[in-house]
């Protein structure tokens, strides 16, 4: 443990673990060992998977795939956006260069 860490006991299944964190980051820990929690009875309860270990492989699993999936919708909004500024920017200068021309005239 950090020295500036604190002893945090959380449930998960049943099971009381002790973890160290800053008192920051506390309630953060709380609140992802509760959501942990609720996600790992969830798979449990379904009774398609048994044992804590299956139970927390399957659920890492499940969340890594979702926060890949998150990341993956954000690279591609980002690339949207990005594009449709340069489309934007590509409208504006055509603009610039017509407006400048009828000046010239």
Same mark, same amino acid.
């Given at each position: 443990m950090n020295s500036d860490a604190i002893p945090?006991?959380?449930r998960i299944?049943?099971?009381?673990?002790?973890v160290g964190c800053t008192p920051e980051e506390r309630d953060d820990?709380?609140?992802s060992a509760r959501f942990l929690d609720a996600k790992m009875?969830?798979?449990r309860d379904s009774r398609k998977v048994t044992?804590? #270990?299956? *139970?927390a492989v399957i659920c890492a699993l499940n969340l890594a795939h979702e926060l890949l999936q998150k990341k993956s919708q954000k690279s591609l909004s980002s690339d949207v956006f990005v594009d449709?500024?340069?489309?934007?920017? #590509?409208? *504006?200068?055509?603009?610039?260069q017509k407006s400048s021309q009828l000046d010239l005239s």
């Open positions: 945090v006991n959380i299944l049943d099971k009381e673990y002790c820990l709380l609140a009875r969830e798979i044992g804590n #270990d299956r *139970i449709r500024v340069k489309r934007l920017g #590509d409208k *504006i200068e055509s603009s610039l």
